[in-house]
């Protein structure tokens, strides 16, 4: 037999102490154990080590978010704000500047609340089966599917522009094999989180082009010799452009156009999800290092903790869409005042890039565009391609929610991915006026689905007080919509209707002039 007198803290391994017991409390060793044993029961396990920086990841996540969403507003819309501009005056077009950003940042918020609200929908089409069935969801992301194909037509027209002035002989094979060999592996990457590095570039490219832009309009407009684009003298002295009422409504069009992700807002808001998921459970695990796992949590629990991880998640996606709001505003501000400013003496035609090639610094500006918008293409195909296997999922399941359809498999996918790419390629291709596409996608498809779309949905949840869970009827119906979300909805379907109304009349009246 030991004595029972104070144990001495000993080392049996780098990462193993023995405690310092009390003698009173210790008990008598017995020969009979093994002695490894016996110093086994005194051991301590080492101290858990201090959580990770969770505040600097979900910051990290932030910024990841608000890049994506930036860049996704990057498209062939840019091109056409200083023609807009033009058009309706410097000042009334700031003004519609700051109501069409302010319509995207609500109905963003409006879709990531719906999200939450339907269960963690990743798709329009999932928001709409809620609301209207399956055709209704199979047809939301059908018509959404080929929109954002005519919006990476745009995109691609813009790019062939450029190819068209640097080297008008392989217009068409320089820009399929740029489509094919830069644009169409990109897109390959299933999760848009991936995405983030294209998201970066296409930024700094576009800033790139603001900052030039900028210096060729404060050069002109302080230059005693007014200067046409194709860098000729131009007769007149400089007047700011004239207010016109008609134009409003295609100047706010193309202004929605340019400040749209509405598209792609859920799918960075699920790979938000997804990440501050991962970074609370790396936190989890290092807590309980060497002690017992927590027992999972019942059913109660999770319900009860639903509504305030929905609300975590919101208050996270908020600060990138403030951050990604206040940077379309002020890309769509400064290339819009700008652009007026450098070209005021001649009428802008609606790609007012073109004409810039025949200068160094506006050859310059021209390229710059070019690959912003080659890289933020990818943002594009992206949810195109979601849209159009969502449209498929839903005509397959049916409104059968049981049926749980796997993600196709890569060959499918490249296929579909490619097949996207080469319809927007054909249209760029054959198509011209991008101004033309422009105000059909921004009027008829983008204002109703992207703007006035997600208030609807609110507001008829809430009024048909619809359950959280998806496919659960049984499930107790959704908190009420506060006053301030209610106000936004109200004011999201008023820009919307208005939108529309304003170009179906303004059509009718150039048909009628024409005629």
Not at 228 to 240: C, L, N, Q, Y
Not at 482 to 488: I, K, P, T, Y
Request: proline share 7%; charged share 10%; net charge positive.
């Amino acid at each position: 037999e030991h004595s029972a007198g104070p144990k001495v803290a000993v080392s049996t391994s780098s990462s193993f102490h023995l405690a310092l017991t009390d003698p009173l409390s210790a008990r008598m060793l017995s020969a009979k154990e093994p002695l490894l044993a016996q110093l086994g029961k005194a051991v301590q396990p080492p101290a858990p080590q201090p959580p990770p920086r969770q505040r600097d990841g979900e910051w990290r996540c932030q910024l990841r978010a608000a890049l994506t969403l930036f860049a996704s507003t990057i498209s062939g819309g840019l091109v056409a704000l200083p023609a807009v501009y033009q058009q309706s005056a410097i000042i009334p077009s700031i003004g519609l500047s700051l109501v069409a950003v302010g319509a995207s940042a609500l109905s963003l918020y409006t879709l990531a609340l719906l999200s939450d609200r339907c269960g963690g929908a990743t798709s329009y089409g999932e928001i709409a089966r809620r609301i209207g069935g399956w055709r209704v969801a199979a047809g939301m992301d059908l018509a959404i599917g080929f929109f954002l194909i005519g919006v990476l037509s745009g995109s691609l027209i813009v790019l062939r522009d450029w190819i068209e002035a640097v080297c008008p002989r392989y217009t068409f094979a320089a820009t399929a094999a740029t489509a094919s060999l830069g644009i169409f592996p990109a897109s390959l990457p299933r999760s848009i989180g991936w995405l983030a590095h294209t998201s970066l570039l296409s930024t700094a490219a576009f800033l790139g082009m603001l900052a030039l832009l900028c210096s060729l309009g404060a050069v002109r407009l302080s230059d005693s010799t007014l200067l046409s684009p194709d860098g000729s003298a131009a007769e007149g002295v400089w007047m700011p452009p004239a207010f016109q009422p008609r134009t409003l409504g295609t100047t706010f069009t193309v202004l929605c156009y340019a400040a749209s992700c509405q598209f792609q807002l859920l799918a960075v808001y699920a790979d938000l999800r997804e990440r501050r998921g991962r970074l609370q459970g790396a936190a989890c695990r290092t807590e309980w290092v060497g002690e017992v796992p927590p027992t999972p949590p019942t059913k109660e629990a999770i319900d009860k903790e639903g509504g305030a991880t929905g609300s975590q998640n919101r208050a996270h996606i908020g600060p990138a869409v403030v951050v990604a709001a206040a940077a379309m505003l002020a890309l769509s501000v400064l290339t819009g005042v700008f652009g007026v400013l450098a070209f005021a003496p001649v009428a802008i035609p609606g790609n007012v890039l073109r004409v810039l090639s025949g200068t160094p610094l506006g050859g310059l500006t021209h390229a710059l565009c070019a690959v912003g918008v080659a890289l933020s293409s990818p943002l594009m195909v992206h949810p195109a391609r979601d849209c159009l296997l969502g449209a498929w999922r839903q005509a397959a399941e049916q409104g059968d929610t049981q049926l749980h359809w796997p993600r196709p498999p890569p060959a499918a996918h490249a296929a579909l991915t490619a097949g996207i790419v080469a319809s927007s390629l054909s249209v760029a291709l054959l198509f011209d006026q991008v101004m033309v596409l422009i105000s059909a996608l921004g009027s008829y498809v983008l204002c109703p689905l992207g703007i006035g779309f997600p208030g609807v949905a609110l507001l008829y949840m809430d009024h048909l007080k619809l359950p959280s869970a998806r496919g659960c009827m049984h499930e107790a119906a959704s908190p009420p919509v506060s006053r301030a979300n209610r106000a936004a909805c109200i004011f999201l379907v008023a820009v919307a209707g208005v939108t529309v109304l304003t170009s179906a009349c303004n059509s009718a009246l150039a048909a009628r002039e024409g005629a």
